[in-house]
């Protein structure tokens, strides 16, 4: 049997636009989230449904029929974005590009187009037809060989409707729909259908007449309640004309060769060229086979045979050519991803376009020799290094026994200082700014049966050393390229001072902090493992005899129907997801005095939250050898430029809570050291004066006073001493929280005032602290203008959804422009910092070690009978890291461990 797919592009293009955020867009900037979401639903039918024949049918800017009909239909929509407009034509190319029809009908609809085809082929036995929309207005089209591939949520959810599915969720035939939308209407197409009568008041209707028609000559049937047949007899008109307006029309004279709709036709190399502009690299592995004699691989490739060195005299050779460049691409292979367990298996450089070479170092015999030949050119600061992702070859290069020197351009770094919300993979930018497809390491262990079941799972050992080599050297030779096409970039962005004086030193820096790493005390964590484990299983009896019953508590399934089928919680307010009422953190709060079950649960889940990711994992992280703990800090995931960290993420350790405490005092100082604390003190509320210049709160800090006991005096009208700790509390939550957005019913979820009540502090808040009000404003004011937003060290944060036609994005895009500019400077500052000391504290105490970064504050290890004098040196250090008309402060502790840390006064 042949398969026909009718597409009805305008509905998938819509749900698309709304599924996938706006920050996907190309190196140019051209918004491609609609586009891209419609591909991946192409991509996908082709693959599920395998059809012999693909058209698209589309809406034109035309009045319909049903508009001329009724003035209102459709009339509350607002007129589509521009960015979705432009992305119209973009979704033309696609279908161009696979050779797929386009149709449409002036005075028609895509719908009509739709049922004009599918009636026409599904009277064809030899045909089956599947219609491909992102609503259900199509329903109605469903038979015996017409079915419709929908979405139930977002694009991802798919669903199938034939007529016993139709049949399962309305109770009546797909050609009975119309009659259905005749009594209950369509919001979202404006039809009013009959006021009063809901879906599920209409399928009854219309499972007990079986049509509208029907129904009208038996109005005064005993079965239809005297309240209905009173709505009936009232909105008959607005019934007939809504069957009208929801009926599509199935007998359009349209013509066109089927044999142009067969799929199997299409070019891949337009296909690939059309990708390649929208920077669609990771939808290329999913283009469906085509009959088309094109080359097999439908793309420019890194294929370039590039240089193999493995004896020592080729080792001089490329040494010597090597110092005699300007600069140079740079890249390790290694056995994995651990700088201090993981060997080298080679590396590779580039000079040229396609210029490059990989130099072999399997051996410890190869790699002895790799160091002797090349330490001088790579430990030289004349030649400019270029790498992707570099800190880790500097690592690796370390334990070698070299230290890397004219560390210059990290591309991975670079990209992200420019388009920090997209994809920073090596392979992803290549492709998106020198339209060349990598051959990814995955793809290469596949090939090589080195691939486990793990997304990082991959023996590299086991991979063929020739076909290492040359991605190896290819990642070298693209890097080097890449780079040339990104400094220009970002000296257009005005980035590169960024780069180069604060991005790139850091480097060296946190590698240092990676390597060394800091103590754990496992038996303490194995320890309070068992105590809190211990603790979840009180809880866990105490959520059994609350709930009267035994069940999982893990399982949020189970916990639903606790909560809400047996307990009998309210539910209003509580938000639904597919699979029913939500039990996420956010919805828990909202039922915290519902019943004493809820804050039991939070407990629980918090407990073995923290128990499973940190006591229960952290002694399987720690390096055998030296007892530490070795995380990973990355510069390139938070948007506002601030470090995070992973195996472990450490900032997500709390900091006031008895977990919290227990798992941080596990990091502890050897014997004859302890730890120093340096944490800036408010960082953020004083960038906010400082950017903002409001005078008071710059008055307030200049004097050294109590920012949050001096806002609560303002606001409340009282003196000093005369502040209460509720109104200080209070005030420290608007000062803090206005930074991060906070309105009137956040203010009052978390204080306890009543929604009022914070409207009016808030209120208070901004008359007081005018230049505030005025900042936020003004940034709000300059992202709507300008698509971003600046710290004060020029890093920026471009923000799409601030022309989104969601309020919701747009409010949310304001919350980070406002943000972002305070936080980003005190990332940025915090970076700063983190140079600075490293240069300077090793001349007054070089046995001093900078351990961690988290959140404001850094972790040292330091002689004990030096913490006090180091942490001055610290202290002193990162305070006058930059000149504002408000001092920075930064508070100093020490202690055995970082849980037990006592100030330092100085």
């Keep these: 049997m042949k398969k026909l797919a009718i597409i009805d592009t305008f509905a998938l293009l819509h749900r698309a636009w709304h599924a996938i955020p706006p920050n996907l867009t190309t190196k140019d900037g051209q918004m491609v989230n609609a586009v891209y979401g419609f591909t991946m639903i192409l991509l996908r039918l082709l693959k599920e449904l395998k059809p012999d024949y693909v058209v698209a049918a589309f809406d034109l800017p035309h009045e319909t029929f049903r508009k001329k009909e009724y003035k209102e239909y459709k009339a509350q929509r607002e007129a ?6 432009d992305q119209i034509a973009l979704t033309e190319e696609v279908l161009k590009a696979f050779e797929i029809p386009m149709l449409a009908t002036p005075g028609y609809e895509a719908d009509d187009i739709i049922g004009s085809l599918s009636h026409k082929f599904s009277q064809d036995k030899t045909f089956e037809v599947t219609i491909v929309s992102g609503d259900l207005d199509t329903l109605q089209l469903v038979n015996k060989r017409t079915k419709v591939y929908t979405m139930r949520k977002g694009i991802q959810d798919t669903v199938y409707y034939d007529e016993a599915a139709v049949m399962e969720r309305y109770g009546i035939r797909p050609d009975q729909v119309i009659d259905l939308k005749a009594l209950a209407g369509d919001a979202s197409d404006n039809i009013p259908g009959v006021r009063g009568i809901g879906p599920k008041g209409a399928s009854t209707l219309i499972q007990e007449f079986g049509s509208l028609e029907n129904l009208y000559q038996h109005l005064d049937s005993k079965k239809i309640k005297p309240r209905i047949q009173e709505l009936l007899k009232t909105y008959k008109d607005d019934a007939f004309m809504s069957k009208k307006l929801a009926t599509i029309v199935t007998n359009l004279p349209i013509k066109f060769d089927l044999e142009k709709a067969a799929i199997g036709h299409y070019n891949p190399e337009k296909v690939t060229d059309v990708f390649q502009k929208f920077e669609f690299r990771s939808l290329l592995k999913s283009l469906p086979a085509s009959t088309h004699s094109v080359r097999a691989v439908p793309t420019k490739k890194a294929e370039h045979i590039y240089d193999v060195v ?28 651990d700088p201090l367990c ?7 450089f580039a000079w040229s376009d396609g210029g490059a070479a990989f130099v072999h170092a399997r051996t410890d015999s190869q790699r002895a020799t790799f160091v002797k030949n090349f330490k001088h050119v790579l430990s030289s600061e004349h030649v400019k290094k270029i790498g992707h992702n570099i800190k880790f070859d500097y690592e690796m290069l370390q334990q070698a026994g070299i230290t890397m020197g004219g560390m210059d351009f990290d591309t991975l770094i670079g990209a992200y200082l420019i388009h920090p919300n997209r994809s920073l993979k090596l392979e992803d930018l290549v492709f998106s700014y020198l339209r060349v497809k990598m051959q990814t390491l995955s793809e290469l262990a596949e090939a090589a049966g080195a691939k486990g079941k793990g997304k990082r799972d991959i023996d590299v050992a086991k991979i063929p050393a020739e076909e290492l080599a040359q991605y190896g050297a290819a990642d070298a030779d693209m890097a080097l390229q890449l780079y040339r096409n990104l400094e220009p970039e970002l000296k257009k ?35 309070k493992e068992k105590e809190f484990t211990a603790e979840i299983k009180k809880i866990e009896q105490k959520i059994f005899k609350a709930a009267g019953t035994e069940f999982n508590v893990a399982s949020p399934l189970q916990l639903k129907e606790v909560l809400f089928e047996k307990l009998k919680i309210e539910t209003k307010g509580i938000k639904r997801k597919k699979t029913g009422l939500s039990t996420a953190a956010d919805e828990l709060e909202k039922m915290y005095d519902a019943h004493p079950i809820i804050p039991l649960i939070m407990e629980y889940r918090e407990l073995s939250k923290l128990v499973n990711t940190y006591l229960a994992t952290l002694p399987d992280m720690i390096n055998p050898t030296d007892k530490r703990l070795h995380t990973n800090f990355n510069q390139t995931i938070a948007a506002t430029g601030r470090l995070s960290s992973v195996d472990p993420n450490l900032q997500n350790i709390p900091v006031r809570t008895a977990l919290g405490k227990a798992i941080r005092r596990g990091f502890v100082a050897p ?31 200049k004097a050294g006073e109590d920012i949050h006991r001096r806002t609560a005096a ?9 502040v209460t700790p509720d109104q200080r509390r209070h005030a420290k939550e608007v000062n803090f929280g206005v930074i991060y957005g906070l309105g009137s019913t956040g203010l009052a979820q978390r204080t306890g005032m009543s929604r009022l009540e914070a409207k009016e502090f808030i209120a208070r808040y901004f008359e007081l602290y005018e230049g505030v009000r005025r900042y936020v404003d003004e940034t ?4 709507h203008e300008h698509g971003f937003v600046e710290t004060l060290f020029g890093r920026k944060r471009k923000l799409p959804e601030i022309y989104s036609s969601s309020p919701m994005l747009v409010a949310q895009a304001e919350r980070m422009a406002v943000n972002m500019p305070l936080q980003g400077t005190a990332a940025d500052l915090m970076k700063l910092a983190m140079i600075t000391v490293a240069s300077e504290l090793p001349k007054h105490h ?19 009978k030096e913490a006090p004098a180091a942490a001055r040196v610290i202290k002193k250090i990162m305070e006058g890291v930059a000149s504002y008309p408000i001092p920075l402060a930064v508070d100093v502790k020490e202690g055995k461990n970082w849980a037990d840390m006592e100030p330092i006064n100085i």
């Design 780 to 783: 709000k004011s300059f992202a």
């Design 310 to 337: 493995e004896t020592e005299d080729g080792m001089k050779k490329l040494a010597e050519k090597l110092a005699e460049q300007k600069q140079i691409g740079f890249d390790t292979e290694t056995e994995g991803l």
């Design 80 to 85: 589509p974005e521009k960015d979705f407009i």
């Design 342 to 348: 993981d060997k080298m298996l080679g590396a590779s």
């Design 714 to 722: 303002e606001v409340n009208h009282v003196s000093l001493d005369e």
């Design 846 to 864: 070089p046995d001093c070690i900078m351990l961690l970064q988290v959140h404001d504050e850094l972790v040292f290890e330091v002689p004990e």
């Design 493 to 527: 962005e005005k980035l590169e001072k960024l780069l180069h004086t604060i991005e790139m030193p850091l480097i060296p820096i946190l590698a240092a902090m990676e390597t060394k790493g800091i103590l754990i005390d496992i038996e303490y964590l194995k320890k």
């Design 671 to 701: 014997k004859g050291m302890r730890l120093v604390s340096a944490d800036y003190s408010q960082i953020e509320l004083r960038l906010a004066a400082v950017i903002s210049k409001d005078p008071k709160m710059l008055a307030s800090f």
